[in-house]
């Protein structure tokens, strides 16, 4: 191949992805940027190089990012026993502080750099000092009763202004999943409860759930068998046969919540894929599995 086939590919390209920009512009996708892909490293982070080429285009990013393994690696070093129930952390008070110290002062304050590094410009958020989350204490269900989990929380309210008033300034909103709770307090929320949440709020174009899996397979041992559109009304038969688990519950969950409050399409994504994003929005085969009505 020549150097100037090279360049016609690469004009081609962006040619397909032409009428997809067209399509966004202006309008909002909310990224759930999980823990366990996160780099934070400016140069190597595809991931975030994605969300300044959308803003860069005219659409509008907003991430909710996890941190569950650099909250257990904290945990660790402090010699802080962690559990769970049915997925969640048992959040005591220091265990809460650990919480906050993490997600805001470092993941989100990571992304903010590196966003803003490569380019763009960003601002973090505690979803608990801006006011944008409130929730109320989560009780987990278990065969044996209800469970107080501590300072977790469950969402009540969304208040999308201070998300709208960065976004209307051209910034792009990184959001730490802490919420307000009662008496003010900080609580720890699901990342991807809270990711859907606010694309419901925001009523966003895409909710997208960035992943260390390729995205939702009917056989977890077969890669090849990759479910690459599921409607709402399958849902149900998915989770009760098993397809739908562990992990994968909460976004699922959070995709027919955001969906039925008007988000028009959701998606789980392989987000150590090189660039996974724009393969899925702007081209025309897309990779990974998308929940719509």
């Not at 969300?51 to 907003?62: L, R």
């Not at 278990?142 to 969402?155: I, K, Q, Y």
């Not at 009304?233 to 969950?253: C, H, R």
């Not at 988000?263 to 719509?292: A, C, W």
Request: hydrophobic share 45%; aromatic share 4%.
């Amino acid at each position: 191949m020549t150097d100037l086939q090279q360049y016609i590919d690469k004009a081609s390209t962006l040619i397909e992805a032409l009428p997809y920009i067209q399509a966004f512009r202006d309008k909002v996708v909310v990224v759930k940027y999980g823990g366990s892909t996160i780099t934070g490293e400016a140069e190597d982070d595809t991931v975030l190089k994605d969300i300044v080429f959308m803003e860069s285009v005219g659409i509008n990013p907003v991430i909710v990012h996890g941190g569950g393994p650099a909250i257990n690696r904290r945990l660790k070093e402090l010699g802080v026993e962690s559990h769970k129930v049915n997925g969640l952390r048992i959040t005591d008070a220091p265990t809460m502080k650990v919480v906050e110290e993490v997600l805001f002062g470092e993941v989100n304050a990571g992304l903010v750099a590196a966003i803003n590094a490569l380019g763009g410009r960003s601002l973090g958020v505690s979803a608990k000092d801006s006011g944008v989350m409130h929730v109320r204490k989560h009780l987990a269900a278990t065969p044996d009763g209800p469970v107080d989990l501590g300072f977790v929380g469950e969402v009540s309210r969304i208040d999308a202004a201070p998300l709208w008033d960065l976004i209307n300034g051209g910034m792009i909103p990184v959001v730490a999943p802490i919420g307000l709770g009662p008496r003010g307090a900080a609580y720890n929320v699901n990342a991807d409860t809270a990711a859907g949440e606010i694309a419901a709020a925001l009523q966003a174009e895409k909710l997208v759930f960035l992943t260390d899996v390729k995205g939702i397979l009917r056989d977890p041992q077969d890669p090849e068998s990759l479910l690459s559109t599921i409607r709402l009304k399958e849902v149900d038969a998915l989770l009760s046969s098993g397809v739908i688990n562990g992990g994968m519950i909460p976004k699922v969950e959070a995709c027919v919540r955001s969906v039925r409050a008007g988000v028009r399409k959701t998606h789980v994504i392989d987000g150590r894929i090189p660039h996974s994003m724009l393969l899925e929005f702007f081209t025309n085969e897309g990779i990974g599995t998308q929940i719509v009505q």
